[in-house]
């Protein structure tokens, strides 16, 4: 028998946004969205059980429970896009001189 693989998942009321980890993310998703007013959207699940460093990253943002406020997850996805943009610039950059 196969064992599921933990993911960690990002789930978004539009104001907040949950960290949790899940076997079966969009489960966990469905039955979040029973108890909750306002609709929920997967934003992102990431293999493995890295809940507790995001908990940890983003703790002064925590609202309540496992619930932080979406800027700081969005703010920390722009930084980590800008530095692998310019990683992958610094690369381009570095083949294009070897190629001359």
């Known amino acids: 028998m196969m064992t599921a693989t933990v993911q960690t998942y990002f789930i978004s009321d539009g104001s ?4 949790g980890r899940s076997t079966n993310p969009l489960k966990r998703l469905r039955s979040l969205q029973t108890a909750h007013h306002t609709p929920l959207s997967l ?6 059980d890295r809940e507790q460093e995001f908990h940890t990253r983003f703790a002064k943002d925590k609202h309540r429970g496992e619930w932080f406020a979406i800027q700081c997850f969005l703010a920390s996805r722009l930084w980590e896009t800008l530095d692998e943009a310019r990683r992958l610039l610094d690369v381009r950059e570095r083949e294009n001189r070897g190629a001359r």
């Open 43 to 48: 934003v992102l699940t990431l293999d493995g």
């Open 16 to 19: 907040s946004i949950k960290i």
